[in-house]
Nanobody
Framework: QVQLVESGGGLAQAGGSLRLSCAAS????????MGWFRQVSGKEREFVAA????????VYTDSVKGRFTISRDNAKNTAYLQMNRLKPDDTAVYYC?????????????????WGQGTQVTVSS
């Protein structure tokens, strides 16, 4: 099974940027479609972005379109979420997830493996 570790979270000001990384170990990332989700305490986990296993097809939730970019570097066994023009509403714990499939999904239950999460806090 693949093990996922997120990094890159922290504190940013509104309008600023952060880049999250999701490093995979034990298995090669190229075997999985990847997704990013976020969760605020007391709320359900929310889909943010996803990317297919190989052709680079992507999908985003409406609230981050034009601001966030998901990517992957299979040679480095790492997926990324570049977050620009951050807003206070982006504050959450961000999780990366791996799905043993060619195609992504926007549903958390479709993913097989999860990282431990990284906190992103955006101040106004």
């Amino acid at each position: 099974q693949v093990q996922l570790v997120e990094s890159g979270g922290g504190l940013a000001q509104a309008g600023g940027s952060l880049r999250l990384s999701c490093a995979a170990s034990r298995r090669t990332l190229s075997s999985y479609a990847m997704g990013w989700f976020r969760q605020v305490s007391g709320k359900e986990r929310e889909f943010v972005a996803a990317i297919t296993r190989s052709d680079g097809g992507t999908v985003y939730t409406d609230s981050v379109k034009g601001r966030f970019t998901i990517s992957r570097d299979n040679a480095k066994n790492t997926a990324y979420l570049q977050m620009n023009r951050l807003k206070p509403d982006d504050t959450a714990v961000y999780y990366c997830a791996a799905r043993q499939s060619l195609y992504y999904s926007i549903l958390p239950r479709a993913y097989d493996y999860w990282g431990q999460g990284t906190q992103v806090t955006v101040s106004s």
